[in-house]
């Protein structure tokens, strides 16, 4: 079966500090998407990035940046020098693939709520 | 360009009672997804259309529960009758492409059944 497990419910830090919220997996496909979306006040699910798990290259954007290890099963995000604007809830999921590509039908953690303090 | 709209934002029913929930995706998606949060609980696949069509409804809970989309554009999702377990937020996502798990979301309809 597969499962995605967030075990962080809520993470509290102040402004400037770095923060990784994890994320593991599993599945019994061998190729399969990760993906992280963030939660806003404002309701929608925002998407951040999908990995494929052919690709384990860590990958950065801005302050932003993921550490994909298949041996662990984990898909772990860090933000660093985190901003207040940073605070939302953020979930991690899984796919199947279909054809090569990502199927729609994501199977997601519970979230871990990141308050960011200024 | 809209996003995913989604109407309404909060709807409170006794059980026993109809709710139809309604979303409109960007345009020229051709994938519309529907998924549901429990409290406390994973946000949940319920079903995706490719265009009119259903493609998967393996997520639905059970036949209370009816989705459509004519035309392929806007989508609707019905509860009849609503129970206490329904009580959730249903969110829409919508995708250009099939295969690249990029959904756009809405902002969801939070469903409260007393």
Request: charge should be negative; include cysteine; charged fraction near 20%.
């Amino acid at each position: 079966a597969q499962k995605v497990t967030q075990a962080q419910t809520e993470i509290s830090v102040v402004e400037k500090e770095d923060v990784t919220l994890d994320c593991v997996y599993e599945t019994r496909d061998t190729t399969y998407y990760l993906f992280w979306y963030k939660q806003p006040p404002s309701g929608e699910l925002v998407f951040l990035i999908r990995r494929n798990s052919f690709d384990e290259q860590n990958e950065i954007s801005g302050r932003y940046s993921w550490n994909f290890q298949k041996s662990t099963s984990s898909f772990n995000f860090t933000i660093t020098a985190s901003q207040v604007v940073d605070s939302a809830v953020y979930f991690c999921a899984l796919s199947e693939t279909n054809y090569g590509g990502s199927q729609g039908n994501l199977i997601f953690g519970k979230g871990t709520k990141l308050s960011v303090k200024p | 360009e809209a996003g995913v709209t989604q109407f309404p934002s909060h709807s409170v029913i006794e059980k026993g009672q109809t709710v139809t929930l309604r979303c409109d995706p960007i345009s020229g998606h051709d994938n519309l997804y529907w998924y549901r949060r429990v409290m406390g609980k994973e946000i949940k696949f319920l079903l995706h259309f490719v265009k009119e069509s259903k493609q998967d409804e393996s997520g639905m809970p059970n036949n209370r529960f009816l989705a459509e989309r004519t035309g392929g554009t806007y989508s609707t999702l019905k509860v009849q009758p609503a129970e206490l377990e329904d009580s959730g937020v249903y969110f829409c996502a919508s995708s250009q492409g099939r295969y690249t798990g990029e959904l756009f979301f809405g902002e969801g309809s939070r469903l409260t059944v007393l």
